[in-house]
């Protein structure tokens, strides 16, 4: 199991709030909210898809409806999609996970 070492944060739920990252270590501090992982994690997320041979994904990694929340999910999608054309086996379910692969589908239409 990787848990998250940084967060984004953001002082309201909205595309235009200010926003920081935060580690485990400095915590969220109170009226904050953690709506996507951070740097740090998104490359130890990199890190341990490009090793693995067999991946399931079930979960977005931030709020990724709002586009300033989306990069962790968005980061792992493309991570997901190399291993894949590398030769891992990977399943990718639950709800929110299928609508970021439709979000990001009718993008590219």
């Known amino acids: 199991m990787h848990f998250p070492v940084d967060f984004m944060c953001a002082d309201k739920l909205a595309a235009d709030a200010t926003t920081k990252v935060r580690t485990e270590h400095d915590g969220i501090e109170k009226g904050w909210y953690g709506l996507d992982i951070g740097p740090q ?35 792992m999608l493309d991570d997901v999609i190399k ?19 439709k979000k990001v589908k009718g993008a590219a239409n």
């Open 41 to 75: 994690t998104m490359k130890n997320n990199s890190d341990v898809i490009a090793r693995a041979k067999t991946i399931f994904w079930n979960g977005p990694q931030g709020l990724f409806e709002m586009d300033p929340f989306a990069k962790g999910s968005l980061t």
């Open 83 to 101: 291993a894949t054309k590398g030769g891992a086996t990977s399943v990718c379910g639950g709800g929110d996970t299928v609508s970021l692969l």
